[in-house]
């Protein structure tokens, strides 16, 4: 993950496309067994990819406006 962290210019269309290509060449040169095995892989890859590079929850606080601290939730 830190080596596709410092790509700044990657968006998350990127990978849409990056997939199409491993589709495509996977489809080519595999029987189609084998080849849906390395797409769903792929695929798997890219969603933990981008949910780690661009999804972002915001932090939890306290009721006194502080981080909270491991097991600690917001207050309702």
Do not use: C, N, Y
């Not at 933990?48 to 939890?60: G, I, M, N, Y």
């Amino acid at each position: 993950m830190p080596a596709h962290l410092k790509l700044k210019d990657v968006t998350e269309a990127d990978f849409d496309v990056w997939l199409a290509l491993f589709r495509q060449t996977a489809v080519e040169l595999f029987a189609p067994e084998t080849a849906a095995v390395f797409v769903d892989r792929a695929e798997r890859i890219a969603t933990s990819l981008k949910l780690a590079t661009f999804f972002r929850l915001p932090p939890v606080v306290t009721g006194d406006g502080e981080p909270a601290g491991f097991g600690e939730t917001r207050p309702d």
